[in-house]
């Protein structure tokens, strides 16, 4: 089974300066994808990033890029200018055909 | 925002009762999911649906059943409800592709709300 672990629980950054979250999984599988969501208090998912695993190029919108090293099984999220409302679980998944997992999640705080 | 809803929002039941949450899409979504999300964890598969009436269980499906009869509902049921089940239950949908050169979902998922649900 595919196992997606982030290895920081919490994170904190100042207002305007960039973070990066870590995400690390398994897989032997060649075609995939990899997913970044933000839940905020309010519970909803939202999607922030993806990467198809056939790119080689990273995935960037606007404010986040990630960094996907395949060979070394890595996906991280840097969020650049952070903003009050960046503040939220972030939560790396991995999906193959219809089967997703994710990890346990980062809970990000942003300070003024 | 996708059409997504979830019924009921919240529910508290007791030990041994019977309990079915209903995701209710207006997108006409091929694919369809159950997940729960426990405080400190993310996200873990129960079940999903790739078309009416075909159905397959994900990582942690032991004590749930789900039911597609149409296009646009997905039904979880918990036979016999334990306090182990008390969590937040989200359903998510996404459109099917043949990019592949086979049906597949594509890589967008839509979550609905969420349902609380407390097992006492």
């Known amino acids: 089974a595919q196992t997606v672990t982030q290895s920081q629980p919490e994170m904190s950054v100042q207002e305007a300066e960039t973070v990066t979250l870590s995400c690390t999984y398994d897989?032997?599988?060649?075609?995939?994808?990899l997913f970044w969501y933000k839940q905020p208090p309010s519970r909803q998912m939202i999607l922030v990033i993806r990467?198809?695993?056939?790119?080689?190029q990273n995935a960037t919108e606007n404010r986040f890029s990630v960094n996907f090293q395949k060979a070394a099984k890595s996906f991280s999220l840097k969020i650049s200018d952070s903003q009050l409302g960046d503040a939220a679980m972030y939560f790396c998944?991995?999906?193959?055909?219809?089967?997703?997992?994710f990890g346990d999640g980062t809970t990000l705080t942003v300070k003024p | 925002d996708a059409g997504i809803t979830q019924s009921p929002r919240h529910k508290v039941t007791e030990t041994g009762t019977p309990v079915t949450l209903r995701c209710h899409q207006t997108?006409?979504?091929?694919?369809m999911y159950w997940y729960r999300q426990d405080p400190g964890h993310g996200l873990r598969l129960i079940h999903y649906s790739y078309g009416v009436k075909d159905t397959d269980k994900g990582e942690v499906s032991d004590g749930y059943s789900v039911s597609r009869s149409k296009t646009e509902d997905f039904l979880l049921t918990l036979e016999s409800a334990t306090s182990s089940q008390t969590s937040v239950y989200f359903c998510?949908?996404?459109?099917?592709?043949?990019?592949?050169?086979?049906?597949?979902?594509?890589?967008?998922?839509?979550f609905g709300p969420g349902t609380r649900l407390t097992v006492t």
């Open positions: 998510a949908i996404s459109e099917s592709t043949q990019e592949t050169g086979y049906q597949s979902p594509t890589y967008e998922q839509y």
């Open positions: 990467q198809e695993a056939y790119k080689q």
């Open positions: 997108e006409n979504h091929r694919y």
């Open positions: 998944a991995y999906r193959r055909g219809g089967k997703s997992t």
């Open positions: 897989t032997s599988e060649s075609d995939y994808y």
